[in-house]
């Protein structure tokens, strides 16, 4: 199976902010869904993603998520190449599982399962 990318996310302090920025530079819209702000880019090119506001640091990042069959799996292949967990497998009830990997560089990659 492929591997693509699925989804972007880009943390803030501010996800109305955020909104007020990126919604007018790009006609983007969004919709509250839980604590995540989603972004409709407004094309079926591309991805879609999400506004984050986690309340503590980072405030300030951009991840995108890879679609994996098994989370643990890339996990444990990822920890052999020289990568780390930053944020271990996280269940959304009915939506799927995400993980946060780091590379040998220090930069962060999401893992995404769907339900």
């Known amino acids: 199976m492929s591997k693509p990318v699925v989804h972007f996310e880009i943390g803030c302090a501010d996800t109305a902010k955020a909104a007020s920025f990126y919604g007018p530079l790009f006609g983007w819209s969004t919709a509250q869904m839980g604590p995540a702000l989603m972004i409709q880019t407004g094309s079926a090119q591309g991805i879609q993603g999400h506004f984050t506001a986690l309340g503590h640091a980072p405030h300030n990042y951009t991840i995108f998520y890879v679609q994996v069959e098994d ?45």
């Open 71 to 115: 989370i643990g799996e890339h996990i444990a292949k990822a920890e052999t190449l020289g990568g780390k967990v930053v944020v271990p497998k996280v269940d959304i009830p009915g939506a799927g599982s995400f993980a946060w990997l780091g590379d040998p560089d220090g930069n962060i990659v999401g893992l995404w399962t769907p339900a």
